[in-house]
């Protein structure tokens, strides 16, 4: 059965902070990993990763694969208030593209 | 920028009764997907549509579950005979090849 488990779950931080979230997979036939924040309510797609080491940015996040050791990070720089929300790690297999395996999520706070 | 629409945003409904779940998923997206999230719980796939036909579905998608795609625009799923367990948040969600997901804003689904 496919598993993503993403660390930590919870993280308080201060603005200005930053941050790296983790996220680690098992799946059969791995097609991409997608990272999404969910404010509130529909997750929001960030990024989506297929290929090891080629990082992705878009302004103060970044995100990385490492195919070798099954896993993910994703960065957010400079955090600020808006930047509290969780962040979604999922993993799609290669067969079945958006038949994606969800992580429990990291809950990022970030305090003025 | 284009959006999924999902409505009703709320649905309370009795067990045993039957609901539909609308969705407008974005005008050039091709594959068309259903996901609910347990209060509390992962995100999990439900099932994914492409060319008017199911191409993947989950356990979880078992007889009471349908989908439809009535016209060009609307993308429904249906729940025969609901019950207390289908309490959770729909997302609809729309994709093109190789990018990745945009969800709606969801139905929350309050079975009594």
């Known amino acids: 059965e496919d598993k993503v488990v993403q660390s930590p779950l919870s993280l308080v931080v201060h603005e200005g902070d930053t941050v790296t979230l983790n996220c680690s997979y098992e799946?059969?036939?791995?097609?991409?990993l997608l990272w999404y924040k969910q404010e509130k309510k529909a997750p929001t797609f960030l990024f989506m990763l297929?290929?090891?080491?080629i990082e992705k940015k878009s302004g103060r996040l970044s995100s990385i694969l490492d195919k070798k050791e099954l896993s993910s990070i994703l960065n957010i720089t400079a955090t600020q208030t808006g930047d509290s929300a969780i962040y979604l790690c999922?993993?799609?297999?290669?067969?079945?593209?958006?038949?994606?395996?969800f992580g429990d999520g990291t809950t990022l706070t970030v305090k003025p | 920028e284009p959006e999924v629409t999902q409505t009703p945003s709320h649905q309370v409904t009795q067990m045993g009764q039957e609901v539909i779940l609308r969705c407008v998923p974005i005008?050039?997206?091709?594959?068309f997907y259903w996901y609910r999230q347990i209060l509390g719980q992962k995100v999990e796939f439900l099932v994914s549509?492409?060319?008017?036909?199911?191409?993947?579905k989950s356990e979880i998608f078992d007889d009471q579950f349908s989908v439809e795609r009535p016209d060009g625009s609307n993308f429904t799923l249906k729940i025969r005979s609901t019950k207390l367990e289908d309490s959770a948040m729909y997302f609809c969600?729309?994709?093109?090849?190789?990018?990745?997901?945009?969800f709606g804003s969801g139905t929350r689904l309050t079975v009594v």
């Open positions: 969600a729309s994709s093109v090849p190789n990018y990745g997901y945009t």
């Open positions: 799946v059969t036939n791995f097609r991409s």
């Open positions: 297929t290929s090891s080491g």
């Open positions: 999922a993993v799609d297999p290669y067969t079945n593209a958006g038949k994606s395996t």
């Open positions: 005008s050039n997206h091709l594959y």
């Open positions: 549509f492409y060319n008017n036909e199911i191409s993947e």
